[in-house]
């Protein structure tokens, strides 16, 4: 052999708490961290400084800059993380013959809920640079060789220890002052997206992070429709698929996976369940619903079919409902039907809906949603943990995953989630191992709200988080109850009209589709 194969083993921290206790039960915690303390981001005594700032009564926000970038830190390619030794073996053979030495490093870190044990992989990397430009002209010459799947990163964001450094900041809403917190679409529908900055400037919030996981390609759907659970003033603008949510309601937010259920009655006595509401027909984003094609098992970035779909659209979808074949019945704000024909796309009535059908829903309108006919559509929201969610007119929901605190303990479920795909462990290692800008979503004992976001993917400045990196900041910082919302470019945080840290995309802020706000008393948008 030509290269030289270095085969080491590190655990993340990820791995620390798999080892601690069963695979299928949160984890206990260790005690919180308080600002004196330090958070619980590296290795004790890093250094660390706190600033505070009052918002709004009832609401503060609090910057923590912690650690620093170590000296022993790098820059390289990473060529592959596979499932097998085998496999990592072979892709290294093949770099060898290329003239470059890889590195085979075993990763332990599957999700505390997952059924399989064992490494989540081996990492195959190659090159030991002192700087981004050396490491990128190195994948640009593997690349021009035949190799593909390359990514250039630095070794304090692959989810081994580190020195950080981190830039976190929270904002926390005392329980008196929730009613100043509500999640807004962005553009004020479903359709299209917007800046976290420019939604605050344009509904008059004082503050505001980005919301949940959201459609952002046609192709995958209704671009700015979440991915996810979605209720805004009690009004369902997208069904849920079993994930965690955070629901903001009276009497305090809770954290909980939710399941919803949509039933279209004809007058003439059919029923039909109703596939989802104000998303794409037949083209369904993180999957996790009957029918669906290739799984009805959730799989977070993963867009699924099926052929035999209906769905109902109303004015918060926008003006028009989906274009495209199959049938549309209209229907007046009374439910009774108005039109039926077989094209999709027509203008949504005043106080009415569409009702789209593809395949046999198609069918199922033909035969139960005539002229004159009336539809009466009944949708619920339930969580796993008990109990109805009130969809009234002071509730908000917002889709998430994985968990990161259950409880009162550390519980990052990111296989039940879907965070986890079958035969590909590289998905789970660069979301979940690997450290990423991070915006989450936690509830304290006494019923606060923490709002936190942790820059990311920037050596020198933020290096971002892993999946349990978060579960212990947040369960540091006081939540009994959390959750991981949208992260990686889309983690956004404005304070006072200023767009606070620095949004990982290369293009500057991401345009999302919602954002959770924080309005002046008084003043509410919705």
């Known amino acids: 052999m030509s290269g030289y194969r270095l085969r080491r083993i590190f655990l993340t921290v990820a791995a620390l708490v798999l080892l601690a206790g069963s695979a299928l039960a949160p984890q206990p915690a260790s005690a919180a961290a308080d600002r ?21 009564p009832g609401v503060t926000l609090t910057t923590y800059v912690r650690g620093f970038t170590a000296a022993s830190e790098f820059w390289y390619v990473r060529a592959g993380f ?116 420019s939604m605050v400037a344009r509904l008059g919030a004082v503050a ?31 069904e849920a698929n079993g994930r965690v949510a955070l629901v903001l309601r009276p009497g305090g937010p809770r954290i909980t996976r939710l399941d919803s259920h949509q039933t279209l009655r004809s007058s003439d006595g059919a029923e039909r369940s109703l596939n989802g509401v104000d998303r794409s027909v037949g083209v369904i984003r993180d999957c996790g619903e009957p029918g669906d094609v290739p799984t009805t098992r959730t799989l977070q970035d993963i867009t699924c079919t099926n052929p035999d779909e209906m769905v109902a659209f109303d004015a918060a979808y926008g003006p028009a409902a989906e274009s495209g074949t199959g049938t549309e019945a209209v229907l007046d704000p009374h439910g009774t039907v108005v039109a039926l024909q077989d094209i999709r796309g027509g203008p949504i009535p005043a106080g009415g809906e569409i009702v789209e059908g593809i395949g046999t829903g198609a069918a199922w309108l033909h035969a139960h949603a005539t002229p004159g006919t009336r539809l009466r559509l009944h949708e619920s929201v339930t969580g796993h943990n008990g109990g109805p969610v009130p969809l009234t007119r002071a509730t908000d929901v917002i889709g998430g995953g994985p968990y990161l605190v259950k409880d009162g303990r ?54 971002g988080l892993s999946f349990t990196e978060e579960s212990r900041l947040m369960h540091a910082l006081g939540a009994v109850q959390s959750l991981n919302l949208d992260g990686g470019g889309s983690t956004t945080m404005v304070v006072d009209g200023t767009l606070l840290g620095r949004p990982s995309d290369a293009t500057g802020e991401r345009p999302i589709g919602d954002a959770i706000l924080i309005f002046p008393p008084g003043h509410r948008a919705s």
């Open 410 to 463: 550390l519980f990052v479920d990111g296989y039940t989630e879907g965070f986890e795909h079958p035969g590909d462990p590289s998905f789970f290692y660069a979301f979940g191992i690997a450290r990423n800008p991070r915006t989450m979503a936690g509830v304290t004992r006494d019923g606060d709200l923490l709002l936190v976001t942790v820059d990311g993917r920037q050596p020198g400045y933020s290096v």
């Open 208 to 238: 505001g992070v980005n919301g949940g996981y959201f459609v952002i390609g046609a192709a995958d759907g209704t671009p700015g429709s979440a991915a996810g659970v979605s209720v805004l003033n009690g009004h369902l603008v997208r």
């Open 36 to 56: 004196d303390q330090g958070l619980p981001l590296g290795r004790p005594g890093l250094p660390q400084t706190v600033a505070v700032q009052q918002v709004l």
């Open 82 to 197: 596979v499932a097998t030794r085998d496999a990592a073996d072979a892709l290294a053979e093949r770099l060898a013959v290329a003239g470059q030495a890889a590195t085979v490093e075993e990763v332990d870190g599957r999700p505390v809920d997952d059924p399989v044990h064992g490494p989540a992989g081996y990492l195959v990397r190659v090159g030991h640079f002192g700087t981004q430009a050396e490491a990128a002209a190195l994948a640009q010459s593997l690349n021009g060789a035949g190799f593909t799947g390359l990514a250039v990163t630095n070794s304090s964001l692959d989810g081994r220890p580190t020195t950080g450094p981190w830039v976190v900041r929270v904002l926390r809403v005392e329980r008196r002052s929730l009613g100043l917190v509500s999640d807004e679409l962005s553009n004020g529908v479903v359709q299209d997206r917007e800046t976290t900055s």
